[in-house]
């Protein structure tokens, strides 16, 4: 069994970072390379270099190479995957997780609100790695550049919903080439402030970190120059309306990309934030702030749900063993599901709502 890799924090398998480099000397007689490999990275079995092959993350003077692949001399050999090295110390804890589907490649968990994915940045226990360590049977203090059961995406810690984690390596090169090649299938809940104007739609303003707020991204205009001199990446996020209650709406939000917050940051862009997204803007009245009811009825459902609205409810992939298509549902939480009954009730009963505005 293997140890955890870590995703890039600002990104979901969305670019190849290179891991290990050789150059091959003019005296090397030819030589397999998954042989070769496996006799110079430590810690490294020839059958997780023969995955990376197959997952066409070895490659040749840049081009990617299979394990029968002779090494010749001056070759230029490198390793990339889609997430930068992480070397974190995993302390595995008794954390329940809410499994719901598991077999000897994979396993797809059920996140709840408030569940860090990964160790980092202040959360070094208490989160889903540790658990999952724990999950795995694993019992003393790892490395985290030793995998374990192999992250191959992560979602926000206040979001919850569908998660799949590798348990091999063939499953965790598989996984991360299909969602590096944008074919796995994301669909999420969300409630968002206003009433948008369209049934669906399509939100592609490229994404990257706010300038003033590390802790912020920010969706950026580029015929209005806003993109000078920031680091900015592509970003297709989907939506599609459920249902309108005047006040907020319920969507369906499919991902075309993975960027950091993307949802969150797409529905602030067209003036429809995540409902009580305290990032994000969606956690103060949007109108209606001088209607007393009003503004106890929002602040009760802030209170019923406090973080933003947003469940990946829906997640679907190529199984990486046995090659079968599966995909996996997971039902809003009870807290979510309360503010939409509740929402359903108010705007049926009160006659004193405040004017609407989009």
Known sequence: M??????????????????????????Q????????????????????IQAATDADYVLVNEK????????????????VMPYRRRGVEIFPENIPLNVVYEDDELLVINKPVGLVVH????NYSGTLVNGLAWHLGIREKVE????????????????????????????????????????????????????LSQEEGTISFPIGRHQNDRLRFKAFKEDEGETKGALVRHAVTHY??????????????RLETG???QIRVHLEAIGHPLFNDDRYNGNTLRQGARYTKFKAFVENCFKI??????????????????????????????DFQQVLDRWRQYVKNVSDLPPFSS
């Open 305 to 334: 749900m406090p973080h933003h609205a947003l469940h990946a409810q829906t997640l679907g992939f190529i199984h990486p063993k046995t090659k079968e298509e599966i995909q996996f549902s997971a039902p809003l939480p009870n």
């Open 259 to 261: 960027r950091t917050h």
């Open 64 to 79: 990617a190479v299979k394990s029968s692949y002779l090494v010749k001399p001056l070759d230029q050999i490198s390793i």
């Open 119 to 122: 160790p980092g940045h202040g």
């Open 240 to 253: 599609h309306v459920i249902e309108r209650f005047g006040y907020v709406t319920l969507l369906t939000c």
């Open 29 to 48: 007689t030819p030589t397999r390379i998954d042989k070769y490999l496996a006799a110079r990275i430590e810690g490294i079995s020839r059958s997780r």
């Open 144 to 195: 985290g550049d030793e995998r374990m059961g192999m992250l191959v995406h992560r979602i926000d810690k206040n979001t919850s919903g569908l998660l799949v984690v590798a348990k091999t390596d063939e499953s965790q090169f598989g996984l991360s080439k299909q969602f590096f090649n944008h074919t796995v299938q994301r669909q999420y809940v969300a409630l968002a402030w206003g009433n």
């Open 2 to 27: 293997s140890l955890i890799d870590y995703p890039e924090l600002e990104d979901e398998a969305q670019e190849l970072f290179e891991h290990f480099r050789f150059s091959i000397d003019k005296g």
